[in-house]
């Protein structure tokens, strides 16, 4: 079945520190892949997404490709803010199946 | 534009107490969707509704764990007889399921329980 494989956290990272949250995923067919970044006390909310292969999701200043040699959608900001420390998830979605979350990445921000 | 709505936000109960959560989801969506949320287990789907009929349960834990939507615009969680193993946060999301659905979900802000 569909799965979704994120690197272990907790990240703890100084103010302006490059940002790389790595996502792999097992899926049948073409999925679309997301982001979605959880802050604290609230729920999940989408970061980005990608529908298909080399599509470049942005927003906020993260990034992340869809890179379907390689399996993975790695999440990258060049400079992190205090205000970006949250819970990142790593999903993907195949076809009208339901979405898959990984485990979810804590990244602490200190300025 | 009102967003997922869940209550109560928080909840404090004893063992063996039943335990309601309610869910109005984002007007105009067709789909909700229960989950729950720990440090251990990370965030599992628990059941998901497809215009008020549920699709998925396999993840409701056992018979003590009921859901329904009696319309489209309401959906119950209940824990009967509660267990201190169900302490958890638990997040209502819903979106619009078409072919085109891309997958994003509107997840509002909880329900923190707590079993005592």
């Known amino acids: 079945g569909n799965s979704v494989t994120q690197m272990e956290g907790p990240v703890t990272l100084s103010e302006e520190a490059f940002l790389t949250i790595n996502c792999t995923y097992t899926?049948?067919?073409?999925?679309?892949l997301f982001w979605y970044v959880q802050y604290p006390g609230e729920g999940l909310q989408l970061l980005l997404k990608?529908?298909?292969?080399?599509d470049k999701g942005s927003n906020k200043g993260f990034e992340a490709t869809y890179r379907k040699e390689t399996t993975s959608f790695h999440l990258e900001k060049g400079s992190v803010q205090v205000s970006d420390s949250a819970v990142y998830f790593c999903?993907?979605?195949?076809?009208?199946?339901?979405?898959?979350f990984g485990k979810g990445t804590k990244l602490t921000v200190n300025p | 534009d009102a967003g997922v709505i869940q209550s109560p936000r928080h909840e404090v109960t004893e063992m063996g107490q039943e335990v309601t959560l309610r869910c109005k989801p984002i007007?105009?969506?067709?789909?909700l969707f229960w989950y729950r949320q720990t440090m251990m287990r990370g965030l599992e789907l628990l059941i998901y509704?497809?215009?008020?009929?549920?699709?998925?349960d396999s993840g409701m834990p056992e018979d003590r764990f009921s859901a329904k939507m009696p319309n489209a615009s309401f959906s119950t969680l209940k824990i009967q007889p509660s267990e201190p193993r169900d302490s958890a946060v638990y997040f209502c999301?819903?979106?619009?399921?078409?072919?085109?659905?891309?997958?994003?979900?509107?997840f509002g802000e909880g329900s923190r329980l707590t079993v005592l």
């Open positions: 999301a819903s979106t619009v399921q078409e072919p085109s659905n891309t997958g994003e979900l509107f």
């Open positions: 899926a049948t067919g073409y999925p679309s």
């Open positions: 990608a529908t298909k292969a080399d």
């Open positions: 999903a993907l979605q195949g076809g009208s199946e339901k979405l898959v």
């Open positions: 007007s105009g969506h067709n789909s």
């Open positions: 509704f497809n215009n008020n009929v549920p699709i998925d």
